[in-house]
């Protein structure tokens, strides 16, 4: 094992002497997984920026009743793009393919993935997709706008989806299939690196808890993005084809494409909380400077999460007119997948206990990632109660609800780990000052958007309105909600700042500057094109950091 | 309207069904309350206690089994009442009493249609109130919209049986605590329904809680809740006033009934109206665009032009307003009635 300052040429600087103005295609090119997962990084926080411009957007016309700044149609396209580049191009691919592809191998003491090309095929498969979904932006467009692009928000629900604008929505169905190609093709690559490409030594329970979580996350992308790549691509072709599989004025049946659509959908949940779970069990026991604890249960309460996360998915509809016994079952499994969350929950804050903890900007970002995903989660069983679900169905609580999972959780979760491997990709470290203040603009920010939220809904507001009915206390929570997004929208892009002036400029690191016991802070910082001068073998835990500690118990 | 009486306007539940769903609400919110109050409070407490300055040297713990035991099976005792009470609530819900009352409610985009049984076995329909602007001010004014409302007798079971003209609707009332789908279908033989049992006099929103297109925010309305006897007089006077109308004035009845008053005024008033309106349309010329993008102008509304842009709205479409009009299923000879209509309200 390479220990200390080893000054071999980093993966970096492989191609030094090939400047030129086609340099570029040393990235685009390159099969080195590290190269590939920094190009994920790059292209995901593009989408997210953009994306977070469109939601200030809609807050923005929110924030008074009546009409602001776009009238319904384009708001419906704001709303829609939004929610289309938030899901399929960021938060699905972001935590998997960039740090999945950066560390998987890393962690596990490997050369790279199993199947490097194919991992270089999935980012172009990613960036084919990307520019078909904004490429629907310019069909559909209405008599005096500049822009169009799909109006029928992501769920894509017929029979209003296929009635609407088809050049644009079969467009944006089109690359959401595209992208799942992406993601499978990435999710078998790491299944198989998972299996076959582990260290000598490294067992299935010396692993770090971040790969376990890949690893169910890329059996999730396995097994469920073809079927909603499938129901996809039957609603494009019921368009062009006197087929009626959805749309009943063809003698379709709408809520079979709801069906569908959820059993993807619910399951690709997961897909963008798991890995952001596993990254925050990384960051939480190395800022602790102590062994996880519970390390089995944390492991095997992501298989539970995965598997358990595949009966659930009709909570999505329980207004349809589904059957008693349907709706039993979905609420019932519904709760069983708060048992394992809660567990890891739990785990998480137990693992506090007696560490030494330093709260440094990753640190901050994990525990705000429990503070978030606890609310998250706990509002989740509100919704999975029948009862109450009818109440809050489809109103501002849902979509706080989901942006606290899907942003506080997994959002924060994705920044927290920027933060914890950026000085292992980079070789420099940002400006700890300005990612504190940047967490704390985010923090507040976030939650003054998103807990207003929750009482609109409560007190019925409905999901993608437009305009709202305009009463006491009703305004001043749609107002405060306003505010918090543009707290948060500074707070977006302090941080952003932060991570790109500093990637060239920024102080350098040592090999390992926070004490990570894990196998990629074991190599060379940035590391060397082939991870590692010779193959570790491992022999201790993946949080060892001994049982010699005073007042350890010796186990 | 003081802070007391609208946290219990917008929060109060108004239906037997409310208390039920509430408790439930409670018991859950409770339970998410203290944990997210222990897990904050003891993560905080780490970060202090447990620091590196003021402990430098983490102990490790690999697990504890008693501990994890508990965290395992309390939580899940605890998420199995949730569910449990969730689950009493929903099939209260999903049962509806013998005798109920039954309104038939019919989306389209973007209005809905009541459609009441009349004592005389006959049909009585008419359509919600349109683009209210604040419902607080139409409270206390008490205008004509709330003529629209859809009235139902106080402490009797309601049956509402939903349907849909063309897209995914649903039916919301946030005071009863009550959401269903209108789905549209081929054949309607079993309709997704609610029923509700309201408690409380007064006024109550309703809204449209499933996307369906640039009116989604516009499809909102009143339930007004009377005394038995009040409801009994209503229904005899708007059955009389409908019938009434229906025999002198049935394209009027089309036109509210439709959908058409959602997007098209009768009065001149453009006000949040997606569609020309119909005040002066057989007088005004205009320009309207073709399907291939070219434009005719200087067009004049003759019978044959109001029976294509009903029929097929997308082949002529006004210039200035966008395409977004539902195919209207209506026989010759409601398109007749509909075009006498639109005589009258010429000038």
């Given amino acids: 094992m390479s220990n200390g300052a080893t000054s071999h040429i980093s993966y970096l600087d492989v191609d030094r002497k090939y400047k030129g103005p086609l340099s570029f295609l040393n990235w685009l090119w390159s099969i080195d997984h590290k190269r590939i997962g920094v190009m994920y990084l790059y292209t995901a926080f593009l989408f997210f920026l953009v994306a977070v411009g469109i939601g200030v957007c809609i807050k923005l016309e929110k924030m008074y009743p009546g009409q602001q700044y776009f009238d319904p149609d384009t708001y419906n396209r704001l709303f829609t793009t939004h929610s289309v580049i938030m899901i399929f191009l960021f938060i699905i691919p972001a935590l998997p393919s960039i740090f999945g592809n950066f560390f998987l191998p890393l962690m596990i003491g490997a050369k790279d993935v199993s199947f490097p090309r194919i991992n270089l095929l999935s980012y172009w498969v990613y960036l084919l997709g990307a520019l078909i979904a904004l490429s629907g932006l310019f069909f559909h467009i209405p008599e005096g706008h500049w822009i169009g692009g799909a109006n029928t928000g992501w769920t894509f629900t017929p029979p209003y989806s296929t009635q609407e604008g088809a050049a644009a929505v079969s467009t944006t169905l089109l690359a959401a299939f595209i992208l799942g190609w992406g993601t499978i093709l990435t999710g078998i690559n790491f299944i198989v690196t998972i299996h076959r490409m582990r260290a000598p030594g490294l067992t299935w329970f010396k692993l770090p808890l971040f790969v376990w979580a890949s690893y169910a996350t890329s059996w999730i992308t396995v097994l469920a993005t073809p079927v909603v790549g499938i129901t996809l691509m039957l609603q494009v072709l019921e368009r062009f084809m006197p087929i009626g599989w959805f749309d009943p004025a063809k003698g379709g049946d709408p809520i079979l494409f709801q069906h569908m659509f959820w059993i993807y959908s619910h399951p690709a949940v997961y897909v963008m909380i798991l890995p952001a779970m596993g990254a925050v069990t990384e960051i939480i026991a190395v800022f602790s400077q102590r062994t996880i604890f519970g390390y089995k249960a944390i492991a095997f309460s992501s298989i539970g999460i995965a598997a358990v996360g595949y009966f659930v998915w009709a909570h999505h509809m329980f207004l349809v007119g589904m059957s008693e016994t349907a709706q039993f079952v979905f609420s019932f499994f519904t709760f069983l997948v708060a048992i394992p969350t809660a567990i890891k929950v739990f785990n998480w804050t137990a693992t506090l206990y007696k560490g030494s903890i330093k709260l440094d900007p990753p640190m901050l970002f994990a525990l705000a990632f429990i503070f978030n995903f606890s609310i998250g989660g706990l509002t989740g069983l509100f919704l999975g109660a029948l009862s109450v679900d009818v109440h809050l169905h489809d109103t501002d609580f849902v979509v706080a609800h989901f942006h606290y999972t899907m942003f506080g959780g997994g959002g924060f979760g994705l920044f927290a780990a920027v933060h914890y491997w950026y000085p292992k990709m980079f070789g420099r470290m940002y400006n700890m000052l300005l990612a504190k203040i940047s967490f704390w603009v985010l923090f507040i920010g976030f939650n003054t958007l998103y807990i207003p939220m929750f009482l609109l809904g409560l007190m019925g507001m409905p999901r993608r309105y437009h305009d709202y009915v305009s009463r006491p206390y009703f305004d001043d929570l749609q107002k405060l909600s306003s505010i918090g997004a543009m707290i948060l929208a500074t707070g977006v892009i302090l941080m952003l700042f932060n991570w790109a002036f500093h990637t060239k400029r920024g102080k350098k690191v040592g090999d390992n500057p926070w004490n990570g016991k894990t196998l990629e802070w074991q190599t060379q910082t940035p590391p060397v094109l082939f991870n590692f001068d010779e193959i570790p073998i491992v022999t201790k835990g993946p949080y060892d950091y001994g049982d010699d500690h005073e007042g350890s118990d010796k186990k | ?347």
């Fill in chain 2, 1 to 347: 309207m003081d802070k007391k009486e609208f946290i219990s306007e917008t929060f109060g539940a108004a239906s037997t069904l409310a208390e039920k769903t509430d408790f439930a609400f409670w018991f859950i919110f409770g339970v998410s309350l203290v944990s997210l109050i222990g897990i904050t409070c003891f993560m905080i407490f780490c970060c202090i206690r447990y620091s590196r300055k003021r402990n430098p040297v983490a102990t490790n713990i690999h697990g504890n089994v008693i501990l994890e035991t508990l965290w395992t099976v309390i939580p899940t005792i605890l998420v199995m009442f949730m569910f449990w009470f969730g689950w009493e609530g929903y099939r209260y819900s999903k049962v509806v009493p013998e005798g109920a009352f039954l309104i038939n409610v019919t989306a389209s985009k973007w209005s809905w249609t009541f459609e009441y049984p009349r004592s005389d076995g006959g049909k009585m329909k008419y359509a919600s109130a349109q683009n209210i602007p604040s419902a607080a001010d139409e409270r206390m004014a008490g205008s004509k919209k709330e003529s629209q409302a859809m009235v139902v007798p106080i402490n009797t079971p309601i049956r509402i049986n939903l349907f849909s003209k063309d897209v995914v609707h649903s039916f919301f009332v946030p005071n009863f605590r009550v959401k269903a789908d209108a789905m549209p279908k081929p054949s309607i033989d079993t309709p997704n329904y609610l029923w509700f049992e309201a408690t409380k006099l007064g006024l109550f929103d309703f809204h449209c809680t499933e996307y369906c297109g640039v009116g989604h925010s516009q499809m909102s309305g009143f339930v007004k809740v009377v005394s038995k006897d009040d409801f009994k007089i209503w229904l005899k006077n708007k059955s009389e006033e409908s019938i009434l109308i229906q025999k002198n004035n049935p394209g009027f009845v089309i036109w509210e009934t439709n959908g058409c008053a959602s997007c098209h005024s009768n009065d001149g008033d453009n006000t949040n109206k997606l569609g020309p309106s119909f005040k002066g349309l057989l007088k005004r010329k205009r320009n309207v665009r073709n399907p291939d993008g070219s434009e005719t102008k200087d067009i004049v509304a003759d019978f044959e032009y109001v029976k294509e842009s009903i029929l097929f709205p997308k082949r002529k479409v006004v210039s200035g307003f966008q395409n977004v009009m539902t195919a209207q299923d209506l026989t010759d000879e409601e398109i007749k009635q509909v075009f006498e209509y639109l005589k009258t309200i010429q000038d």
